[in-house]
């Protein structure tokens, strides 16, 4: 049990710092949304990085809140066929899941982490803020890498502690069909 305590603790703190991350960037994002709009209609002045700057925090929120949407069981799943059948089938189903997904993220990351070294060493800027242009692109592997992360833990909280996880299949015995895998309402 000492795993799980170590597990449980580590996936509130993931999830504190997702939550605060994904409110700060969405704050900022409107900020510099509506500071380039006063600067635009208020003053007759286009900044010249008033829509890059949004667009890249909103890059990095999506990829960060994609995260989040997998503890929060929010992300779209054909659950159909689990309707279907007995307990036991539908943890096998959702085992596979995790599996599919988390291979998923490891292959983006495979194939991401060379990209980025790549683009890194082209020194390629972004046209407004002259940034290096990896930095955008370096949300999808940070994003892709929590989602990795969150989908293990859906993996190793299925296969060895179901009574215990929030999104356990055993669990979701009166599940309010809108609320996704997670079984619950918030």
Known sequence: MKIKKAI?????IMESVESYLVFLLLFAMLFFVFIGVVFRYGFGFTLSWGEELPRYIMIWATFIGASLGVKKGSHISVDALEAFLPLAAKRVVVVISYVISLAFCIVILA???PFIG???DSGQLSPALRIPMYFAYL???????MMAIRYLLLLIFELFYPQSSEFSV???NKEDPLSGRGGFVE
């Open 170 to 172: 055993q669990n979701q």
């Open 8 to 12: 449980d603790k580590f996936d509130a």
């Open 118 to 120: 790549s683009l890194a």
């Open 139 to 145: 949300a999808v592997l940070i994003g892709i890498g």
């Open 111 to 113: 194939i991401g982490i």
